[in-house]
């Protein structure tokens, strides 16, 4: 699984040779340490003219323990820009997005951040609608050209949801959204219902008290996110197939959480999983459906089995399961689901019909099933992976592999922390407006972008 070109890149001949060779250079990018500073170097934090989000950020910079500047200096590197575009009610007036970026774009550090905020284009009207449609075309853009593993991010934040950007803003500046690159997210835009927007006790421990279930928790990335959910508090119940027993039960000890060897495809597992949460833990706050198959071939060459297995286990049973879930009374408060989808869901990938067929079924789950939650106060959101360092790429031939690790704004595969960290983010008691979205954990992937 090891990624031996990037290792190569960050020897002393590679270094040297590399970029002579014009070959790309893949940064080691920054991770989450536990009680690391959020970034390396201030803020800088810029507004359009009108703009309604630049005070409550600049506070909510502050409480992150980000140092904030507003007027730019030259022999700063910056750990982020942050730019509120939401007074920008005219397409002439995208030209503040210039001015404010140009002058300090060598100035961004190394996984230094670039986030635009501004209003949901589909929440307005007329030349205001194409200004704000427009700023995705920049932010993506940018996000292709910044270097030394720094990102660029745009968040559409609904009127009435300003409150409601804390958690997103600490997760994509800080080291947790590493993988995470030249995304569209929106706050506030599924309807909140009854959700309740809090603040967590501890921004450590957001998950204190939280309950959650991971599926395909024996490995990969269900065993990260796991891992993930338990450090930030929550007590993790992990599921595999009982054919994954063993490795099940050793992440289960790991992390201090329990094992339920289960196969969700099985017709009784939603009437077994609310009778294990509601005699063992009383409620189940989050949802993580984290188990998936592939099962190759071209269309031409699969057989039905093929066909069945991949839509029963990454779609059909979590379907099943969600709907046997929200008509019992085992969710608590503000419950969170997250589904599993992939690039391959958003862009197709050859061999993969089945597959593909299934993942952007997930993302077709999260658009039907994100509004009606909300009613109750819930969310329902995905990550789409893209090139995940993981037992399922490391078997893909090396000839399809490379070029898919190389081919994103970042030249690297991602590690399952990534998609990990994404899901904690959604999880987060304080990212009640965050529904609805699918949020692709790829490195700016170029396929399907
Ligand atoms: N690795 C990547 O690059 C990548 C990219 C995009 C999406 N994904 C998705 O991420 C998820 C995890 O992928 P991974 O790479 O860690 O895969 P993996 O094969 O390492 O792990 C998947 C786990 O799901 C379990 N599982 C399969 N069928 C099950 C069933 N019927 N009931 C319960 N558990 C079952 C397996 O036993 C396994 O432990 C999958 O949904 C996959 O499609 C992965």
Redesign the pocket.
């Known amino acids: 699984m090891a990624d031996k070109y990037q290792q190569f890149t960050n020897s002393s001949v590679g270094k040297f040779l590399a970029p002579k060779l014009g070959l790309p250079m893949p940064t080691p990018l920054r991770r989450h340490k536990p009680g690391q500073a959020p970034l390396d170097g201030p803020a800088l934090l810029g507004a359009a003219k009108g703009g309604r989000l630049e005070k409550t950020v600049a506070e909510q910079l502050n409480s992150a323990g980000i140092e904030v500047r507003t007027e730019a200096a030259d022999d700063v590197k910056y750990g982020a820009l942050v730019f509120d575009a939401t007074g920008i009610t005219d397409p002439a007036q995208l030209r503040e997005l210039y001015d404010f970026f140009h002058p300090v774009m060598r100035q961004v550090g190394y996984c230094g951040r670039v986030v635009v905020l501004a209003t949901p284009p589909e929440l307005t009207s007329g030349r205001q609608q194409v200004a704000q449609r427009a700023i995705e075309g920049f932010t993506r853009s940018v996000g292709k050209e910044l270097t030394k593993g720094a990102t660029s991010q745009l968040v559409y934040v609904a009127p009435g949801s300003e409150d409601a950007t804390e958690s997103t803003l600490r997760f994509l500046l800080s080291a947790k959204s590493a993988f995470v690159d030249g995304q569209v997210i929106r706050v506030g835009t599924a309807g909140t219902g009854g959700a309740k927007i809090t603040a967590p006790e501890s921004w450590e421990k957001p998950l204190d008290g939280k309950v959650a279930l991971v ?2 928790a ?5 065993a990260a996110i796991a891992e993930v959910l338990a450090r930030d508090g929550a007590h993790v119940v992990v ?3 009982p054919a ?1 027993g063993a490795d099940l039960s050793s992440v289960a000890n790991k992390i201090g959480g329990s094992a339920l060897q ?4 099985a017709a009784d597992a939603g009437t077994k999983l609310v009778d294990y949460f509601t005699e063992r833990h009383g409620k189940l706050d989050i949802v993580v459906h ?5 099962r190759d071939k071209k269309l031409a060459n699969m057989d039905d089995g093929r066909w069945n297995s991949v839509l029963t ?2 779609l059909l ?1 979590q379907l099943a399961v969600n709907d046997t879930l929200l008509a019992s009374s085992v969710l608590g408060e503000n419950a969170r689901f997250i589904g ?1 989808s ?3 869901g958003v862009a197709g990938n050859l061999g993969q019909a089945n597959y593909g067929t299934s ?1 952007a079924g997930v993302i077709g789950m999260v658009d039907s099933t994100a509004p009606a939650v909300a009613e109750k106060g819930h969310t329902f959101n995905a990550v789409a ?4 360092e ?4 490391a078997k893909i031939p090396a000839t399809i592999r490379e070029p898919a690790r190389r081919l994103s704004s970042l030249t690297q595969g991602g590690l ?1 922390v990534d ?1 990990a960290e994404t899901i904690a983010w959604y999880a987060n008691p304080a990212s009640a407006a965050v529904n609805g979205n699918v949020v692709r954990v790829c490195g700016q992937a170029l396929i399907g972008a």
Do not use: C, E, W
């Open positions: 599926t395909g024996s490995r990969g990335i269900g599921l595999d197939i994954q289960l196969d969700i495809t984290n188990a998936g198959i592939t286990v990454n049973s599993v992939s690039v391959a993942k992976p893209g090139f995940i993981t037992q399922m790429t399952p998609v």
